[in-house]
């Protein structure tokens, strides 16, 4: 039953993680890292619970940014926290109001799911960035700042989803190089094409209309073309609302993301169609497949 729970469960993909890196550099940004908290050790990769400590006491916060679903903090120093969030590690950031309770929103620290809080950066502000994580999956690594694209699961990863490395041309020429393969799995590809993962991958073929089984060797130009914009278009939106929150995802303030109250196929076999072409509604059943070991949902009406 565990093993099953757990394979339901979908990591964070490129929009929730753009949202944590975004809300990081809008409340955080110049702040001072005063001290540190851990009751799970094991998170902290390469250097013990004491020398990482020590190597960030003290240490400004320069910036965050992101590759596909890999966060990394800048430090003053030449340092960077590199941080995977896994399964249900998010990354939570309380102010002396959310401490005291007195915001007059809903104060969504105290939702369960934001409350397997492992590890914690006091702050210089007062502020407090704290890392909830069910599983305790999630990892961080501490790096030379300028040695952070020789980390082993970097350089493997192929061009960002949302990079201005990917162009048309670029995805053209990815694709060739994949031929014999089916499209929804050359979609999730990391090593490929970083930050799709299967919430987006259904969406994103949904909304270019393409069939995930159809094999990239039979896509006529013009398809990939509209699929290329259904990859920006999608991820542009979820971030925009924020990402999905599919199981423990949260944003800094332990909200949940809006993008799931628009979701067309994902999770949504059994279900109809709602989509109109051609000013006649679907009504097909939407359907889910097993593919890459994975589950991706489509509508066989809607999809070719």
């Known amino acids: 039953m565990v093993f099953e729970i757990l ?28 001290d540190f908290w851990s009751d799970w050790p094991k998170a902290i990769k390469g250097v013990n619970l004491k020398k990482f400590e020590a190597e960030i006491k003290g240490k400004k916060i320069l910036k965050a940014w992101r590759i596909g679903k890999n966060m990394f903090v800048d430090l003053s120093g030449g340092k960077t926290i590199y941080i995977h969030l896994k399964m249900t590690g998010h990354l939570l950031i309380r102010t002396q109001d959310t401490k005291n309770k007195i915001q007059k929103n809903k104060n969504y620290f105290n939702d369960r799911v934001n409350q397997y809080i492992h590890h914690i950066w006091k702050l210089k502000s007062g502020k407090t960035l704290e890392f909830s ?19 082993p699961e970097i350089k493997k990863l192929g061009v960002d989803a949302m990079s201005k490395e990917f162009t048309l041309e670029k995805f053209r020429e990815l694709l060739q ?56 278009k999608i991820l542009k939106k979820a ?32 279900k109809i169609c709602s989509c109109v072409r051609k000013k006649k509604k679907c009504d097909t059943i939407i359907k889910r497949i097993k593919l890459g070991q994975r589950s991706v949902f489509f509508c066989s009406e809607c999809q070719k």
């Open 7 to 34: 394979k339901a469960k979908n990591m964070p993909e490129l929009p929730e993680v753009q949202t944590i890196v975004d809300d990081l550099n809008r409340k955080i940004k110049g702040d001072t890292i005063v």
């Open 133 to 151: 994580d069910l599983r305790k999956f999630a990892k961080m690594v501490l790096v030379d700042t300028d040695k952070v694209m020789e980390l």
């Open 177 to 232: 190089k994949r031929q014999n393969k089916k499209i929804g799995l050359v979609l999730m590809e990391q090593e490929l094409i970083a930050g799709i993962g299967n919430i987006y991958r259904s969406e994103i073929l949904f909304d270019a209309g393409m069939h995930p089984e159809r094999s990239v060797k039979y896509l006529k130009k013009s398809e990939v073309g509209v699929l290329y914009e259904s990859i920006l």
């Open 239 to 270: 971030i925009e609302m924020r990402g999905t929150s599919d199981s423990d995802y949260r944003d800094t303030d332990g909200a949940p993301g809006s993008f799931g109250k628009i979701l067309k196929v994902y999770r949504k076999d059994g």
